[in-house]
C-alpha cells in the first residue's frame, strides 16, 4: 500500500471532476477520502486544503519465475486539465511452505523464493538440501528445527539467502534487513550431525543458530564456511557441549554475545567477530566462553572447552571477551587481532592488541561491511602457516 496526498494550493476550492485508473483492467485499488473504489467524480478540495489517497496492488499469482512488474496510471481531470500518476508495483511468485515436516530428503532449487510459514522441520534421518542462489525467506515466528540434516550449499557467486519476509523499508532508505527478531531461526536437535551451511547470508532472527547439547565431541554437529551469520536478538551462534569448525565466516549484529560457545571443540579460521548492535545495550562480550576448565564449571561431568582461533579478528562495542583467565584451559587464540588492551601469554600468542582493525562499517548509516580498508593495521597480519586447503578462498 502507497500513501498519496492531493494538495490543492489554490485560494479557492477546486472540484475535480474525474479520477480514475487508466486501465479499466487494472489489479491496482484506491482509496479516496475515505471511500473506496477505481473510479471517482467531482471530488471537491477546500482551499488550502488536501485530500488523502491510498493506493494497493493485488498482483495475480504467474507463471513467471523472476520478479515481474504491474504498472497502471491514476489519471486527474480537472477543468478540463489532465494529470497522471504513475503506479508501479514489482511481484515475485513465491513457492510457500507452511508447518511443514520432512519425512523424505528434500532439495530446494533457486528457481522461486521459498517462504516458511509457523515451521520447517527436517525428521530425524532426513536430508535437507539446499542449492546455491536459493532465498529462504521466514514469515514472523517462523523457524526451522533439523533433527536430521542440513546441507546449504552456496557459492561465491550464488549466495543463499535466509532472511525474514519483509522485503519492504523500515525508513524510506534502510531496508528491513537491519531489523533483528524477523524470525526465530534454526535450531539444530541433540541427535543431528554433519551439518553445513557454505556461502550463506543468515539474519533478523531472534536467537540465530541455535544448538541443542549434544555432549558429544566425536562427530562434528556443524562446519561453517564462507558464511555471514548476523543481526539477532540474542546470539547468532550458541553451541553448547558440540563440536563447531568454521572457517572463512563472520559473525556480527547481536543483542549479547555474537557467538556463545560452553565446553565443546570448536575451530574458527579466518573468522570476524564484530558487534555494532543498533537496538538494546548489548548484553555480554563479543565472544562468550563457559565451561573451559573447572574454575569455570558447574557440572565437571561435562566436557570442557578445546577451541582454536588463529587468523581471526574481535572488534565491536562490547569486551572482546569474560575477564575470566584462561590459563590452563584448552583455548587458544593465535594471530589474532583484538580491540581490547592485552599481551601474548600461553594461550594468546603472536596477538594484536588494542588494535582497530579499520572495518568499512558506518553504524550510524546502518551500514554493515566487515570487508577490511586498503591500510588496515590487520592486513597480512596472520599467518599463512595456519591456514588450511579450505581457507584459501575467503568470501
Known sequence: TARLVVHNRASKGINISSISFRNENTCFRMNVDGVSGSDFHDVEIRAKDSIYMFVECLLPETEENKPYLMEDAIE??????RQSVLLEAWGQNVTRLRGVVLDSDMRLTA??????FDSLVVAPGRTLS???GVQLLFHDKAYMHVKGTLLAEGSADRKIDMRGDRIDNVLPD?????MAGQWKGIRIAPESFGNRLAYVDMRSTEHGLFLDSCNNTTQTKLTLYNSWLHNSQRHVLYAPYSRVEATGCCFSEAGGSVVAL??????????TFANNYLFAAIDGPLVGLWHTGPEDAENTDLPFMKAEFDNCILYGLPADLYDESLAGSQVFFRYCSFKSEGENDDNFLNCLWDTDPMFRTVREDYYFNYRLKADSPVLSAGDPALLTPAADTDM
Open 76 to 81: 486527474f481531470v480537472t477543468n478540463g486539465v
Open 111 to 116: 528457481e522461486r523464493p521459498y517462504v516458511v
Open 130 to 132: 539446499i542449492d546455491p
Open 174 to 178: 534502510v531496508s528491513y534487513d537491519i
Open 262 to 271: 560452553r565446553g565443546g571443540e570448536f575451530s574458527f579460521l579466518q573468522c
